[in-house]
T-cell receptor, first 113, second 114 residues
Framework: GENVEQHPSTLSVQEGDSAVIKCTYS??????FPWYKQELGKGPQLIID?????GEKKDQRIAVTLNKTAKHFSLHITETQPEDSAVYFC????????????FGTGTRLKVLA | KAGVTQTPRYLIKTRGQQVTLSCSPI?????VSWYQQTPGQGLQFLFE???????NKGNFPGRFSGRQFSNSRSEMNVSTLELGDSALYLC?????????????FGPGTRLTVL
């Protein structure tokens, strides 16, 4: 079945450093890839997304890249701050049969002050 | 604009009981999707409702059901609860069906089955 692999599961960085989270998807028909940030006690919040016709998208300190050939997409956070600490999920919208989001297993990011 | 709201936020039930969770989408949004989030399985898709019709369904047993009302509010029901149903249940709303629109999550309902 469709799946999304996400790495690493935990990531600790020093404040000001960059963080990179990587995901690989299996359904080549997937065409939309959102990233969510989930803080304790809250639901996931959309932070950036990318569609399959775009290779890269940037929003201030956050960027996402997509390699359709390799079925990889990555989240890049630059100049990390303590408030970036949270669990980050990648997802892929699968369009084979049922339209649904397949989520990665999450990355717990800790930004050390 | 108010976000997605879910009630109740916390719920404790015992095995064999049934439970109903409620989700109110963002005003104007017509699609509501439900997810189960557990530490072991992550976020798993349950079903999506659009204009009172179930559009898509995940791989969950028939004990999990849902419905959507004409005002787009949605309810999810789980019958004959099992210990493994303990999870955070999230709903997400979209302007249209998930196939074309980004979705926004509510804070979730934490269900504990004893």
């Amino acid at each position: 079945g469709e799946n999304v692999e996400q790495h690493p599961s935990t990531l600790s960085v020093q404040e000001g450093d960059s963080a990179v989270i990587k995901c690989t998807y299996s359904d080549s028909a997937s065409n939309y890839f959102p990233w969510y940030k989930q803080e304790l006690g809250k639901g996931p919040q959309l932070i950036i997304d990318i569609r399959s016709n775009v290779g890269e998208k940037k929003d201030q300190r956050i960027a996402v890249t997509l390699n359709k050939t390799a079925k990889h997409f990555s989240l890049h956070i630059t100049e990390t701050q303590p408030e970036d600490s949270a669990v980050y999920f990648c997802a892929a919208l699968t369009t084979s049969g049922t339209y649904k989001y397949i989520f990665g297993t999450g990355t717990r990011l800790k930004v050390l002050a | 604009k108010a976000g997605v709201t879910q009630t109740p936020r916390y719920l404790i039930k015992t095995r064999g009981q049934q439970v109903t969770l409620s989700c109110s989408p963002i005003s104007g949004h017509r699609s509501v999707s439900w997810y189960q989030q557990t530490p072991g399985q992550g976020l798993q898709f349950l079903f999506e409702y659009f204009s009172e019709t179930q559009r898509n369904k995940g791989n969950f047993p028939g004990r999990f059901s849902g419905r959507q009302f004409s005002n787009s509010r949605s309810e999810m029901n789980v019958s004959t609860l099992e210990l493994g149903d303990s999870a955070l249940y999230l709903c997400a709303s979209s302007l249209g069906t998930v196939s074309y629109n980004e979705q926004f999550f509510g804070p979730g309902t934490r269900l504990t089955v004893l």
